[in-house]
């Protein structure tokens, strides 16, 4: 192409726009329960980005714009920039409406349909003047020359082209440097759509965002062309199985949790490091729900399809309200060596919880910070999940990332239960649906030697649970019950237990109470049968 602002080859686009969403995704999505839970969770003072791309929309070419109108928001909440200036009103001449700008607006913060319906204001741009792109193709070079650092929040429903047919590994690596290298600067998290088939497109390749996947539609899939990292990061429902649609409400749920993180949510003293993109990114991750063929392995820390998991705000907002807690032990080891846990003397009494923390290595020690838990309950034999997910950023102008792992060891007997040891991810996560109760130590390991930087800071969340179902008689009712935390679970019955055996959904809806969900069901004289399952 001749004009280098055009080269945003493709959005990710549903072809229509549609006003009517299921309510369900905001129950999936953890949201419907955050907003019975609690009160003014809405994005305030939170500033977002909307960079989008042309759609084409009443014939037009430089069609990219949100219709406040549409999105049920007044025009003060807009700021509309592009390559021919920059306006406070709408209509305006700087650009023209877009169905799909609406539809993701809807999504994003809309008080219809939104996650954050009361952000502070929204920065919506072209996108083809908020990213440059120059050079020949497909080698392209990036920069970022239209963003605004006061966005915290920046949704991205477009991507760059289908890798490698349309873009080379090294434009790839271009785009990704350039949003690593201003994430890193300005502390904008960017959350872009993973793409619609094939494989995972930039800009949602870069370290240091979140890459969206769509649950159940035709979501792009990983790992990287480049070096075989791990996206998308997290999946989320969307209008026609498409990731332009679950991108928003990603966005959005980031938007809430820096919004609790700045109010004070994680704890006293504590708002920077709650609010900062690393842990609102491990909250993201660690609160994700697993479907039932979710996979990942020990160099491979997240699914390739689903990477974490479906977001779930709820578990993220419970994990961060946990508390941030320190590590309990701190040691240095000659580079290479066994790290088997140390002597547990206290342990941290949050099962659910996050820290944000510094890990230095040196020239000839790794570095290792140890949080003990005790797991364990009244319960005989009950078994636990754990979820772990470690979080740093690759440095400005770093071209690698410093090495961190994540391992999980029994510390009575010393055995290793569970790593991810990835050598090209920035996030390393840990998931144990069947872990026996005992002492363990969560080690947060860094490699010495030659390195990136000597210290690197990291964002680390934590769960362990363990839920236990209750039926009590309640009349000529049976009261079923199971705690609303963690979300993310659906009761299902049967009449017998024979193989195969037919579990049915079909139950009536649960209301929350005492921190419990709740559901009726008629008493028979029939045999019936009951299971939490996820999701």
């Given at each position: 192409?001749?004009?280098?602002?055009?080269?945003?080859?493709?959005?990710?686009?549903?072809?229509?726009?549609?006003?009517?969403?299921?309510?369900?995704?905001?129950?999936?999505?953890?949201?419907?329960?955050?907003?019975?839970m609690?009160?003014?969770?809405?994005?305030?003072?939170?500033?977002?980005?909307?960079?989008?791309?042309?759609?084409?929309?009443?014939?037009?070419?430089?069609?990219?714009?949100?219709?406040?109108?549409?999105?049920?928001?007044?025009?003060?909440l807009f700021?509309?920039?592009?390559?021919?200036?920059?306006?406070?009103?709408?209509p305006?001449?700087?650009?023209?409406?877009?169905?799909?700008?609406?539809?993701?607006?809807?999504?994003?913060?809309?008080?219809?349909?939104?996650?954050?319906?009361?952000?502070?204001?929204?920065?919506?741009?072209?996108?083809?003047?908020?990213?440059?792109?120059?050079?020949?193709?497909?080698?392209?070079?990036?920069?970022?020359?239209?963003?605004?650092?006061?966005?915290?929040?920046?949704?991205?429903?477009?991507?760059?082209?289908?890798?490698?047919?349309?873009?080379?590994?090294?434009?790839?690596?271009?785009?990704?440097?350039?949003?690593?290298?201003?994430?890193?600067?300005?502390?904008?998290?960017?959350?872009?759509?993973?793409?619609?088939?094939?494989?995972?497109?930039?800009?949602s390749?870069c370290?240091?965002?979140?890459?969206?996947?769509?649950?159940?539609?035709?979501?792009?899939?990983?790992?990287t062309?480049?070096?075989?990292?791990?996206?998308?990061?997290?999946?989320a429902?969307?209008?026609?199985?498409?990731?332009?649609?679950?991108?928003?409400?990603?966005?959005?749920?980031?938007?809430?949790?820096?919004?609790?993180?700045?109010?004070?949510?994680?704890?006293?003293?504590?708002t920077?490091?709650?609010?900062?993109?690393?842990?609102?990114k491990?909250?993201?991750?660690?609160?994700?729900?697993?479907?039932?063929?979710?996979?990942n392995?020990?160099?491979?820390?997240?699914?390739?399809?689903?990477?974490?998991?479906?977001?779930n705000?709820?578990?993220?907002y419970?994990?961060?309200?946990?508390?941030?807690?320190?590590?309990?032990?701190?040691?240095?080891?000659?580079?290479?060596?066994?790290?088997?846990?140390v002597?547990?003397?206290?342990?941290?009494?949050?099962?659910?919880?996050?820290?944000?923390?510094?890990?230095?290595?040196?020239?000839?020690?790794?570095?290792?910070?140890?949080?003990?838990?005790?797991?364990?309950?009244?319960?005989s034999?009950?078994?636990?999940?754990?979820?772990a997910?470690?979080?740093?950023?690759?440095?400005?102008?770093?071209?690698?990332?410093?090495?961190?792992?994540l391992?999980?060891y029994?510390?009575?007997?010393?055995?290793?239960?569970?790593?991810?040891?990835?050598?090209?991810?920035?996030?390393?996560?840990?998931?144990?649906?069947?872990?026996?109760?005992?002492p363990?130590?969560?080690q947060?390991?860094?490699?010495?030697?030659?390195?990136?930087?000597?210290?690197?800071?990291?964002a680390?969340?934590w769960?362990?649970?363990?839920?236990?179902?209750?039926?009590l008689?309640?009349?000529?009712?049976i009261?079923?019950?199971?705690?609303?935390?963690?979300?993310?679970?659906?009761?299902?019955?049967?009449?017998?237990?024979?193989?195969?055996?037919?579990?049915?959904?079909?139950?009536?809806?649960?209301?929350?109470?005492?921190?419990?969900?709740?559901?009726?069901?008629?008493?028979?004289?029939?045999?019936?049968?009951?299971?939490?399952?996820?999701?």
């Amino acid at each position: 192409m001749k004009n280098p602002s055009k080269r945003i080859l493709a959005f990710i686009f549903a072809g229509f726009f549609c006003v009517t969403v299921r309510a369900q995704d905001l129950n999936t999505l953890g949201v419907s329960l955050l907003r019975a839970m609690t009160t003014n969770l809405n994005g305030t003072g939170i500033h977002v980005g909307q960079p989008e791309a042309y759609n084409g929309d009443n014939g037009s070419t430089n069609s990219w714009e949100v219709n406040p109108t549409n999105v049920i928001q007044p025009v003060a909440l807009f700021t509309y920039i592009s390559g021919l200036g920059t306006s406070t009103s709408y209509p305006n001449s700087v650009g023209d409406w877009s169905s799909h700008a609406d539809a993701v607006g809807d999504y994003f913060y809309g008080p219809a349909y939104g996650v954050a319906t009361n952000v502070a204001h929204v920065n919506n741009y072209d996108a083809n003047y908020y990213v440059k792109l120059s050079g020949p193709i497909p080698n392209w070079s990036c920069s970022l020359s239209g963003a605004n650092s006061s966005d915290m929040i920046v949704n991205q429903s477009f991507i760059f082209g289908s890798v490698p047919s349309q873009i080379s590994v090294a434009a790839q690596q271009a785009i990704d440097s350039a949003y690593d290298n201003y994430a890193a600067t300005n502390h904008s998290l960017f959350v872009s759509g993973a793409g619609n088939g094939g494989s995972v497109c930039p800009p949602s390749t870069c370290y240091n965002g979140l890459s969206v996947g769509v649950y159940n539609g035709v979501s792009s899939i990983g790992p990287t062309v480049d070096n075989g990292r791990c996206k998308p990061d997290i999946t989320a429902p969307g209008l026609a199985g498409l990731t332009s649609y679950s991108t928003p409400y990603v966005s959005g749920a980031a938007a809430v949790l820096m919004q609790a993180g700045l109010h004070g949510d994680g704890g006293s003293d504590t708002t920077n490091a709650a609010a900062d993109l690393r842990t609102v990114k491990a909250l993201l991750l660690n609160g994700a729900v697993k479907s039932l063929d979710w996979t990942n392995s020990t160099s491979s820390p997240l699914d390739a399809r689903y990477g974490a998991g479906i977001v779930n705000l709820f578990n993220a907002y419970e994990q961060l309200a946990g508390g941030k807690h320190g590590y309990n032990f701190a040691t240095n080891i000659p580079n290479g060596s066994a790290h088997p846990p140390v002597v547990m003397t206290n342990s941290i009494s949050a099962w659910s919880g996050w820290d944000f923390n510094t890990n230095t290595s040196t020239s000839s020690s790794d570095a290792v910070k140890h949080y003990f838990f005790n797991v364990t309950n009244s319960v005989s034999n009950a078994t636990f999940t754990a979820t772990a997910t470690l979080v740093w950023n690759r440095h400005q102008n770093k071209s690698s990332i410093n090495n961190l792992n994540l391992f999980i060891y029994n510390a009575a007997n010393s055995n290793l239960v569970a790593c991810s040891t990835s050598l090209v991810d920035n996030v390393e996560h840990i998931f144990l649906p069947k872990l026996a109760q005992g002492p363990y130590d969560l080690q947060v390991w860094k490699a010495g030697g030659s390195t990136v930087t000597t210290n690197e800071t990291y964002a680390l969340a934590w769960e362990f649970f363990s839920t236990s179902l209750n039926a009590l008689k309640n009349g000529t009712n049976i009261s079923i019950s199971w705690p609303v935390y963690p979300d993310g679970f659906v009761l299902q019955t049967a009449t017998n237990l024979v193989s195969p055996v037919a579990w049915s959904t079909g139950n009536p809806a649960s209301f929350v109470t005492n921190n419990q969900n709740v559901i009726l069901i008629n008493m028979t004289n029939a045999n019936q049968f009951f299971r939490l399952q996820r999701p």
